[in-house]
Nanobody, 119 residues
Framework: QVQLVESGGGLVQAGGSLRLSCAAS????????MGWFRQVPGKEREFVGT????????SYADSVKGRFTISRDSAKNTVYLQMNSLKPEDTAVYYC????????????WGQGTQVTVSS
């Protein structure tokens, strides 16, 4: 089992910045990747970005590329999502996720943290 706890959401004006954190605990040695997703009520969960744990390869959704940055602190099993130049359309609940070895999908999820960007 892997437990994920997010923090750092809040209210920010358009153009501002926020940094989300996701701390993983439990069987973290089984993690192969960690990702960020977001969801707006009534819409499907949307991929934001992911980091491969072994090697650190990172990829982003086109909608956030150039504005959002994923980083990690391997010693703390923590992943960060730095969000700059925020837009009202970035408003959503942001979820941290983890994919474990031999899994084809993200199989662990955090509780989510609300990000609201005012215009």
């Amino acid at each position: 089992q892997v437990q994920l706890v997010e923090s750092g959401g809040g209210l920010v004006q358009a153009g501002g910045s926020l940094r989300l954190s996701c701390a993983a605990s439990g069987r973290t040695e089984r993690m192969s990747a960690m990702g960020w997703f977001r969801q707006v009520p009534g819409k499907e969960r949307e991929f934001v970005g992911t980091i491969i744990w072994d090697g650190g390869s990172i990829s982003y959704a086109d909608s956030v590329k150039g504005r959002f940055t994923i980083s990690r602190d391997s010693a703390k099993n923590t992943v960060y999502l730095q969000m700059n130049s925020l837009k009202p359309e970035d408003t959503a609940v942001y979820y941290c996720s983890a994919r474990t070895l031999l899994s084809f999908s993200y199989n662990y999820w955090g509780q989510g943290t609300q990000v609201t960007v005012s215009s």
